[in-house]
């Protein structure tokens, strides 16, 4: 791949080597992650600059190894569904969504949640619907606070993030133990997890 000057048709119509502060902007050339990849640099490449269609990123050759300049942001609506083993957890509608954000392969979740309503509700609690899975064998923790357990000792809390779902547990001698028989109507759970995804 050479490297030449490049002399652009601006926006406004211009040609011009230079942008000027308004209604301008700077076209990179755009590749696909295989034919990034597929380029034979050496260190007198140093400051090749494309845009990765597939990554939705640019990318700058060091002299080198690629590396991703601007990663891309993106965020959305985290609808849970509260699963137990059995029995079923209802949530507050006024408090049934968290908000999630994803900047490169990381990915935050937050939310806070009301439980509505419960029907014998026993074993592992998970929280589902994650918008993106954990790298295979790299799963996460989340941080969980709570309040309004049928137990009123239930105080230390613990999380695991894996596939799409948060697991949620109570620590107790020494154990994780299952959550879902102590949320009752009126429990609160704050939740938040970062986690790196493919």
């Given at each position: ?36 990849l597929a380029f034979t640099l050496n260190a007198s490449n140093a400051g090749l600059a494309v845009y ?57 979740v937050v939310g806070q949640f009301l439980v509505q309503s419960v029907s014998s509700p026993t074993g ?75």
């Amino acid at each position: 791949m050479g490297v030449a000057d490049i002399i652009r048709t601006s926006v406004s119509g211009g040609s011009q080597n230079s942008l000027s502060a308004q209604a301008d902007g700077f076209g990179l050339p755009t590749v696909s992650t295989a034919q990034r990849l597929a380029f034979t640099l050496n260190a007198s490449n140093a400051g090749l600059a494309v845009y990765d269609i597939t990554a939705g990123a640019i990318y700058i050759w060091n002299g080198a190894a690629w590396v991703g300049a601007l990663v891309g942001y993106t965020q959305g609506i985290w609808s849970p569904t509260f699963t137990a083993t059995t029995g079923t957890i209802t949530l507050n509608p006024a408090n049934a969504t968290g908000l999630w954000s994803r900047i490169g392969n990381t990915v935050t979740v937050v939310g806070q949640f009301l439980v509505q309503s419960v029907s014998s509700p026993t074993g592992l609690l998970s929280l589902t619907n994650l918008p993106f899975a954990p790298v295979a064998g790299f799963e996460s923790s989340a941080t969980l606070a709570g309040s309004g357990f049928s137990a009123g000792a239930i105080t230390s809390l613990a999380a695991t993030i894996t596939g799409t779902t948060i697991q949620c547990y109570h620590y107790q001698n020494g154990n994780l133990n299952p959550m879902a028989v102590h949320m009752i109507a009126n429990s609160q759970l704050y939740v938040s997890g970062t986690y790196i995804t493919t």
